[in-house]
């Protein structure tokens, strides 16, 4: 009898024995979540990851309390959802670390960058400043050449004037512009007089020196007497100096010939000094 | 065999006990209406930052969650909404620290760029002397 009743039992109390054991130990023993294991291997990463630990260590804090959370939900009731749930939230923790991490390292980036562009200005500055040297510089030396090159027109302008007598000598843009007055002809004539040879005979030389060098005569009077002979007498006046140069073997194709007559007086008619400084020829040396 | 009939029953009511304390204690759930507004707050702060323009996917799966959450709740099932809330919460906050850091970065490229070019410049106008 014993053994009848005593085998369902026995049966019963094996299989509900197996049963407790089966929920309490089994589940127990059941691996962990792929997802708690990932989060607590993300987690560790980005601890040893000496940049987030040195500048996100509050968002790190943060993740380290979800894991720990996820852990014991885990050991607690081995609820997969909300063990899988918390890994997420310690994942993105993470993320939030390295994002934060990321830029604290981008601003320190940009204020060495900032740095290094105030250097890269104050170089450009510098070279700036330079170039402003040499500037100034050149300018100076062109301004010393252009002076001795003044002082040296102005000698020769000196020399000219003493050698030829003339009344006046001047530097214009036209070129060196040299004024002949009564010296050269007698009143209304246009004949060289004999004494106009001293004075223009230094022009040969001058001429001769540079095959280059070119003369331009203008012939003036003053405003006495009829327009057409004035400009007669002045284009004639203009001729006779370019013969003598011609005589003296300078090229006529170096040497033009012009009369103005009354026009473009230098001085006023309505003096005897006046009329005297408009009666006169022009030689025009080019530059 | 009397006595091991009790022992049996008092082992099954304990563990219908146990599951009927589990069950009420699912039942309890509070409504996660804190976590829930402080996951609104969050996507709406992420919207207002550079978020859209910087970390688009982070934001765009914030909103996703938010709006899970909400519709967790309107059918009471507080634990959904709590996890989907939660979700929201830190994907939000991801969103605008990616974002942040992005156009921290960008400024530093910049930076970097305009530096080069400048250097660029400088050596051309004192190579051209």
Same mark, same amino acid.
């Given at each position: 009898?014993?053994?009848?009743?005593?085998?369902?039992?026995?049966?019963?109390?094996?299989?509900?024995? $197996?049963?407790?054991?089966?929920?309490?130990?089994?589940?127990?023993?059941?691996?962990?979540?792929?997802?708690?294991?990932q989060a607590r291997t993300i987690y560790h990463q980005a601890v040893e990851d000496q940049a987030v630990m040195q500048y996100a260590p509050g968002a790190l804090r943060d993740a380290e309390h979800v894991l720990k959370q996820a852990e014991q939900a885990w050991q607690s009731d081995q609820n997969a959802v909300e063990v899988g749930h918390l890994a997420y939230l310690t994942e993105q923790r993470v993320a939030i670390a390295h994002a934060r991490a990321d830029n604290k390292a981008a601003e320190a980036d940009w204020q060495h960058l900032t740095q290094e562009r105030e250097q890269v200005l104050r170089e450009a500055r510098i070279q700036e400043a330079e170039q402003a040297r040499r500037e100034a510089e050149q300018a100076r030396?062109?301004?010393?050449?252009?002076?001795?090159?003044?002082?040296?027109?102005?000698?020769?302008?000196?020399?000219?004037?003493?050698?030829?007598?003339?009344?006046?000598?001047?530097?214009?843009?036209? /070129?060196?512009?040299?004024?002949?007055?009564?010296?050269?002809?007698?009143?209304?004539?246009?004949?060289?007089?004999?004494?106009?040879?001293?004075?223009?005979?230094?022009l040969v030389p001058y001429m001769r020196e540079d095959p280059r060098r070119t003369a331009t005569i203008?012939?003036?009077?003053?405003?006495?007497?009829?327009?057409?002979?004035?400009?007669?007498?002045?284009?004639?006046?203009?001729?006779?100096?370019?013969?003598? $140069?011609?005589?003296?073997?300078?090229? /006529?194709e170096r040497v033009v010939a012009r009369g103005y007559g009354e026009a473009s007086p230098v001085a006023s008619n309505d003096t005897e000094t006046g009329r005297q400084q408009n009666r006169r020829v022009e030689i025009v040396l080019p530059k | 065999m009397m006595v091991q009939c009790v022992r049996t029953q008092r082992w099954l009511a304990s563990v219908a006990m146990v599951c009927l304390v589990g069950l009420s204690a699912c039942a309890s759930t509070p409504r996660p209406t804190g976590i829930l507004s402080q996951a609104e707050h969050a996507v709406r702060e992420a919207e207002r930052s550079k978020a859209p323009q910087y970390a688009d996917l982070e934001l765009q799966m914030a909103r996703e969650d938010l709006d899970d959450a909400q519709q967790a709740m309107d059918r009471k099932e507080y634990v959904t909404a709590r996890r989907m809330a939660e979700r929201a919460f830190v994907e939000a906050q991801l969103a605008e620290d990616k974002a942040i850091a992005a156009s921290t970065r960008e400024a530093a490229d910049d930076l970097r760029e305009s530096i080069e070019s400048l250097r660029d410049e400088i050596l051309r106008a004192s190579g051209s002397r």
């Amino acid at each position: 009898m014993k053994k009848q009743i005593g085998h369902p039992l026995r049966w019963l109390l094996l299989s509900l024995g $197996l049963f407790i054991i089966a929920m309490s130990w089994g589940c127990g023993a059941r691996p962990e979540p792929i997802a708690l294991e990932q989060a607590r291997t993300i987690y560790h990463q980005a601890v040893e990851d000496q940049a987030v630990m040195q500048y996100a260590p509050g968002a790190l804090r943060d993740a380290e309390h979800v894991l720990k959370q996820a852990e014991q939900a885990w050991q607690s009731d081995q609820n997969a959802v909300e063990v899988g749930h918390l890994a997420y939230l310690t994942e993105q923790r993470v993320a939030i670390a390295h994002a934060r991490a990321d830029n604290k390292a981008a601003e320190a980036d940009w204020q060495h960058l900032t740095q290094e562009r105030e250097q890269v200005l104050r170089e450009a500055r510098i070279q700036e400043a330079e170039q402003a040297r040499r500037e100034a510089e050149q300018a100076r030396r062109e301004v010393e050449e252009a002076r001795t090159k003044y002082e040296e027109a102005t000698k020769q302008i000196a020399m000219l004037q003493e050698q030829l007598g003339i009344l006046q000598a001047k530097v214009t843009s036209r /070129g060196t512009v040299l004024t002949f007055g009564s010296v050269l002809f007698a009143p209304g004539k246009a004949t060289l007089r004999s004494e106009a040879f001293h004075n223009l005979y230094p022009l040969v030389p001058y001429m001769r020196e540079d095959p280059r060098r070119t003369a331009t005569i203008e012939g003036y009077t003053d405003n006495v007497g009829a327009d057409k002979g004035n400009l007669d007498l002045s284009q004639r006046r203009a001729e006779a100096v370019r013969e003598f $140069l011609i005589k003296n073997g300078i090229d /006529g194709e170096r040497v033009v010939a012009r009369g103005y007559g009354e026009a473009s007086p230098v001085a006023s008619n309505d003096t005897e000094t006046g009329r005297q400084q408009n009666r006169r020829v022009e030689i025009v040396l080019p530059k | 065999m009397m006595v091991q009939c009790v022992r049996t029953q008092r082992w099954l009511a304990s563990v219908a006990m146990v599951c009927l304390v589990g069950l009420s204690a699912c039942a309890s759930t509070p409504r996660p209406t804190g976590i829930l507004s402080q996951a609104e707050h969050a996507v709406r702060e992420a919207e207002r930052s550079k978020a859209p323009q910087y970390a688009d996917l982070e934001l765009q799966m914030a909103r996703e969650d938010l709006d899970d959450a909400q519709q967790a709740m309107d059918r009471k099932e507080y634990v959904t909404a709590r996890r989907m809330a939660e979700r929201a919460f830190v994907e939000a906050q991801l969103a605008e620290d990616k974002a942040i850091a992005a156009s921290t970065r960008e400024a530093a490229d910049d930076l970097r760029e305009s530096i080069e070019s400048l250097r660029d410049e400088i050596l051309r106008a004192s190579g051209s002397r």
